[in-house]
Each structure stands twice: as C-alpha cells, then as structure tokens.
C-alpha cells in the first residue's frame, strides 16, 4: 500500500524502542485494514479471531457475500472513504474529495508514496489504518495524534455506526465495533499524554 521513500532509523532500532503496547496497537491497526482492503478470506478471519479475542460464527462464504454487498460496486450499502463522511459544509460528499487530497499530502510529509498496484484512493479506510499502523510503529507519536484527530475521527466512529447498523453478519458487525473502540480508545489515550 505505502512505500516508506526514507528512514532514518532502522526497523530494528525503532522496534526495540516500541513497547508492547504499541506493537499491538500497529498490528491491530493492520489487521482491520485487512478487512477493508478486499474480501476477508479464512486466515483473515483467524487472525481477527486470534488477535481480537473474538469468535465469529458465520461461514466464509457468508463474510463474502457480505462484503460484497456492503463495499463492491455501485449498488455498494457503505463506501469507506472519508470523503464522503469528512467534507466542507456547502460541498457534497464525493470520492476523491477534500479529504483524499489532503491524506495525500499527509502521506508525502511522512515520507510515503501509494504503490502505483494499489487501486484505492489515499483516503479509503483501509489506506488510512495502515498509515495509522506505520505512525505507531515508527513512534510517530505527535504525526499519530494529529491525524487521529483531523481525519480518523472526523469520520470512522460515524462509519462504523453505519456498518453494525447494514451489516448482516456478526463478522462484519464485530469489526465495526472493534474498530470504533480501537479510535476512540486511542482518541482518549492521546488526550491523556
């Protein structure tokens, strides 16, 4: 997804600095971009499972149908990308908006570029949890909290309503309360320091 242009540290440096909370942070991050990116497949879903603690009940083939007909194509129930949550007043919610211009720029500041292969748009949920993954785990901390601030939670609270509200499965029902708690535990976290 992200390519990192320079580093200063070395990954190794930088992972003997992080203390466990934070890599557990960054691979939860990763892990529900995961579901976003494409179709959830079976190792997907164990991971969730062994990462979050989780048990989710529905077959593979219903997670599938699921994802399709809340994310893929035009008759798609919910579409994650910020600019459709996250736009000026007076403007109208568009994808490719206000805010995909301004992650783009977020990204080069932090020494990234989108890989050409990757089809979505800077501002898709999946684009902007593994940034969120990559802030944490280079130890990013004040880049972190501002883009918490200006963009995760401008839209993805109100996305994850939406997506516990459409969803038909547990699956997909557990993600978004998953992913809420995650961004609002990590808002409160932020406030505190």
């Not at 979050?52 to 077959?59: A, R, V």
């Not at 902007?128 to 993954?133: A, H, P, R």
């Not at 109100?158 to 029902?173: P, V």
């Not at 998953?178 to 961004?183: A, E, N, P, Y």
Request: glycine residues 6%.
């Amino acid at each position: 997804m992200v390519a990192a242009s320079s580093r200063r540290t070395t990954p190794f440096v930088i992972a003997m600095l992080l203390d466990d909370e934070d890599k557990d942070r960054a691979e939860y991050y990763r892990r529900l971009a995961s579901v976003f990116a494409e179709k959830p497949s079976m190792e997907r879903v164990l991971h969730l499972q062994e990462t979050f603690g989780e048990e989710f009940t529905d077959t593979i083939e219903d997670i599938g149908r699921d994802f399709d007909r809340l994310f893929v194509g035009s008759t798609a129930r919910l579409r994650p990308f910020e600019s459709l949550y996250n736009y000026p007043l007076g403007d109208r919610p568009r994808v490719g908006g206000r805010a995909a211009q301004e992650v783009s720029t977020v990204y080069s500041s932090a020494g990234l570029t989108i890989d050409e292969e990757w089809q979505a748009v800077p501002d898709h949920l999946a684009a902007e949890l593994l940034f969120m993954s990559y802030l944490i785990e280079n130890g990013q901390r004040e880049a972190e909290a501002r883009f918490l601030d200006e963009h995760l939670l401008e839209w993805v609270p109100d996305f994850c309503d939406d997506l516990a509200r459409e969803a038909e499965t547990g699956f997909f029902r557990a993600v978004a309360n998953l992913l809420k708690d995650l961004i609002l535990s990590d808002s409160n976290g932020s406030e505190e320091e």
